[in-house]
């Protein structure tokens, strides 16, 4: 079966998954959608084991057909990306842009060492080889939270617009700095050459302040071609010419494609919905691109789930999966908790921050596309065939699950108590 339909029936699957959690769960449609393709993975498992019907290796197989890391870094990244980027208010991103630096930028390098080093120290203790510049890589890539994974569970929460302000421009920020650590830290690994301080800065100038520059002038071309016309449909139709060419020349130049997008995303869904668009674009641009994200997500949220099916699983891993969640937790609650020791000293914040930025930092299919390109054969135990990519691999996958099926279902106590807190103040406050 080709790509492309095996692609169309996991779209309809997942369709069919929202609509029947519609009717009976009522659960965030990404957190069921993941749920029920994890359900599925494992019950494929079971049967595979049990040699009733020679269904694992026929999913495997279909699953390993599918380019994850393609699928999402060169193909619905950037709508996705460009989707959230409509929805974000400058206003509000304006009146916390020191606060979405910090976290975007401090903690996720603060993250990053914390989770490597305690990692390596871990591994030193309970005898497994894994050298300190893999446990650093995992920290890189497990650090920054997932923008899609973010936008599509605690968005729809309505948290406060201060908290929610930060988590989502934080999300949408810090990929353009994780990457610069991944692929820094991935090239001290496997690659030939040593990294220097001046490669790294370049890498970053070129890769993040890169894709911000260009992303502004991709939106400003496309808002004067979009004021140049008064036909409702070429208006959408001009939006999608951002995340399709303007993602694929992002590539080109060596330019950060998420950042792009970002930026992009913000500038039409501020200044130009305002200025450019038709009364009726308007109405339209929030409904197709609302639909658009719904669907990828829907796509992509069971691909994550059914990536299970791909994995080898020794004992060791389960040991390591085991051990990452809770030191993944600690070093996000330990680089929010730092950056608002700062953040108290200038501005008054409500007191379930640090819990929910914490709790609700979730990571989705970017640390796993990361995972993916970690190249195999570099072996930790030779004898069992276990190598750094297996062992990334399953504590990444581990995290992702876990922070979207159980940090994305429990988060909404959180946020109702933060919101109370909000409504008391205000209540409070004098006219």
Not at 376 to 397: C, N, Q, S
Request: contains cysteine; charged residues 10%; negative net charge.
């Amino acid at each position: 079966m080709s790509v492309y339909y095996t692609l169309c029936f996991m779209s309809c699957a997942a369709i069919l998954i929202a609509l029947f959690n519609s009717k009976f769960g009522h659960f965030q449609s990404t957190i069921a959608i993941t749920a029920t393709s994890l359900a599925i993975s494992l019950l494929i498992i079971i049967i595979g084991q049990n040699e009733w019907v020679p269904l694992t290796h026929f999913a495997s197989q279909t699953m390993a057909s599918i380019d994850f890391k393609d699928f999402l870094l060169d193909g619905v990244l950037g709508f996705l990306l460009f989707a959230g980027g409509l929805g974000i208010s400058l206003h509000n991103l304006k009146a916390q842009k020191w606060e979405i630096a910090v976290l975007a930028l401090g903690a996720t390098l603060f993250s990053t060492f914390f989770i490597g080093c305690a990692l390596y120290a871990i591994c030193q203790w309970i005898e497994i080889p894994l050298n300190l510049v893999h446990c650093l890589l995992f920290g890189a890539l497990i650090s920054p939270t997932d923008p899609i994974a973010v936008l599509a569970i605690v968005k729809k929460m309505h948290a406060p617009t201060q908290i929610s302000t930060q988590i989502e421009g934080e999300s949408l920020f810090n990929d353009g700095f994780g990457l610069v650590i991944f692929v820094t830290l991935y090239t001290l690994a496997f690659g030939s050459s040593q990294p220097t301080f001046e490669g790294v800065s370049l890498l970053f100038l070129q890769e993040a302040v890169g894709g911000i520059v260009y992303g502004f002038l991709l939106s400003l071309i496309a808002h004067y071609l979009i004021r140049s016309t008064q036909e409702p449909a070429m208006e959408l139709l001009l939006t999608i010419c951002i995340p399709t060419a303007g993602y694929a020349l992002a590539s080109v130049l060596h330019v950060s494609g998420p950042l792009a997008m970002v930026v992009s995303g913000i500038v039409i869904g501020n200044w130009t919905r305002e200025t450019g668009f038709t009364q009726e674009s308007k109405m339209n641009l929030n409904r197709f691109w609302g639909l658009l994200e719904e669907f990828l997500n829907g796509l992509l949220f069971l691909l994550i789930g059914m990536a299970m099916l791909m994995f080898q699983f020794h004992q060791e891993d389960w040991l390591m999966m085991a051990l990452a969640i809770p030191l993944v937790l600690l070093g996000r609650y330990m680089s929010v908790s730092l950056a608002y020791l700062g953040f108290y000293r200038f501005r008054c914040y409500n007191p379930w921050s640090v819990r929910i930025l914490t709790w609700g930092g979730l990571r989705g299919g970017l640390a796993l596309a990361m995972a993916l390109s970690i190249p195999a054969g570099v072996w930790v135990f030779p004898d069992k065939l276990i190598d750094v990519r297996e062992i990334i691999l399953v504590m990444t996958y581990a995290v992702v699950v876990f922070s979207i099926l159980v940090q994305g279902s429990t988060i909404t106590p959180m946020i109702k108590k933060a919101k109370f807190i909000e409504e008391s103040n205000k209540d409070e406050s004098p006219e």
